[in-house]
């Protein structure tokens, strides 16, 4: 049995986390989150230490790692917002657990390099949630990909719309200093997935930017990708609202439909199993999604010439 810290206790991931350490027969000894809206930890690890302030954390932590006993930090989860990532990476290291991080594992590339840094220094890992990587339907078609002997690319389509309300733009998620931005904070497991799929990223084009939405034009060793990303239920289609549909997700591959909105609900400890298994995804591994967004973010956007996502034309 692991001992497991999470930081982020609050959040809309946190229940998914607690989950995973449960099923996987682990225990939850702390938790921290300055909101104190966690009543889920009842569900979870009752009998968890919270706290709402990092100092108090910290010290606790820290009296963990010296006791003599079995209550060490094995491992600390981190749910917090995407801007403090790189931090709590940094002190999960620091404290002598591993850390289990969300995506996106940082906001830019270079922040990967002063945690491996870290990592040396404390002989301690980074684990990362790709939760797509460990997906039956993903991993299917990458085998697929693998054995073809396609000599033309595939033409892919993908479209992600996760329809949120007006709080949106008024939490950390609107400001892109923080979250990253659209492409980062809701794009950035697709990309890692598109990436684990096609092989070497060679082209990245953006279209069209905005705090609510963006879309592009990405070329892989593989795969030539249209993309687009929203989070306004105006870009759901018709057919789907009138359902009552505040999400659509679509991945096309030559034309045909890839079938993966199932088999979500485990994702998570299934990254558990492999990470506690010793075969959890690293610091390396996220480097080209995060060079993904990072460069998406900061790109001049690029006239509506040549393929672009079919949703542009709306």
Known sequence: MKNFA?????GYIAPRHMK????????LVAAFDPNDSVGIIDSHFPDAEFFTEFERFDRYVDKLQRAADTRKVDYMAICSPNYLHDSHMRFALRSGA??????????????????????KDTGRRVNTIL???VHPAIMALKEKVQ???KDTKYDVDLTYITSRGHWYLQSWKGDIKKSGGIATNIGVHFFDMLHFIFGDLQDNVVHLSSDTKAAGYLEYEKARVRWFLSVDIEDVPQAQRDAGQRTFRSITVDGEEIEFSGGFT???TRSYQEILAGRGFGLEENRVAISTVSRIRDAQLTPLTGDYHPFLKR
């Open 131 to 133: 939760q797509l990587r």
């Open 266 to 268: 485990d994702l998570h």
């Open 6 to 10: 999470l930081i982020g206790a609050a």
């Open 98 to 119: 591993d850390a289990i991080c969300e995506k996106p594992l940082v906001l830019n590339p270079w922040n990967i390099d002063g945690l491996l840094d870290i990592e």
């Open 20 to 27: 995973a350490v449960k099923d996987t027969g682990n225990v």
């Open 147 to 149: 054995s073809e002997s």
